[in-house]
């Protein structure tokens, strides 16, 4: 896995241990970060340009921006709750969550945090494989 960042600071540890999880989460396509535990799935011909990355990362951020923002929710094998916008941006509850409870209140949350983090357009990092 390679990690380019794209900002001028070091990547926190929360946004890190976000790209090392959602990494095990993404099955070998490239996505960018957002900030912790929000991404962006990347499925380019050349997966290894950062600056491609970059600007299909850009594109899909504008998208969901501009259009309806339909989302999916994903329960994950390690309990822990993720939603995926229509265009590819996602996040991911930090811990697990019980799936017997009413959850649409953590969903919406995690759905304002990817519009949030479109609107600022910032990339923190673009992540490929090797």
Known sequence: M????LVNRELT???IDSIKKFRGYSDGIS???LGERIMVMI???????????????KKI???TLNTHC???TIPLKDGRLLILLTDGVLSFTKDPVDEKEENMGIYLY???????????????????EE
């Open 61 to 63: 951020m504008e998208k």
């Open 70 to 72: 339909d989302f999916h």
């Open 31 to 33: 996505f960018a970060c």
């Open 110 to 128: 995690l759905r304002n945090e990817c519009l949030a983090a479109c609107e600022k357009g910032e990339i923190l990092a673009v992540v490929y």
């Open 13 to 15: 540890e929360g946004e």
């Open 2 to 5: 390679i990690i380019e960042k």
């Open 43 to 57: 499925d380019i011909e050349d997966q290894k340009d950062p600056e491609k990355l970059k600007d299909a990362a």
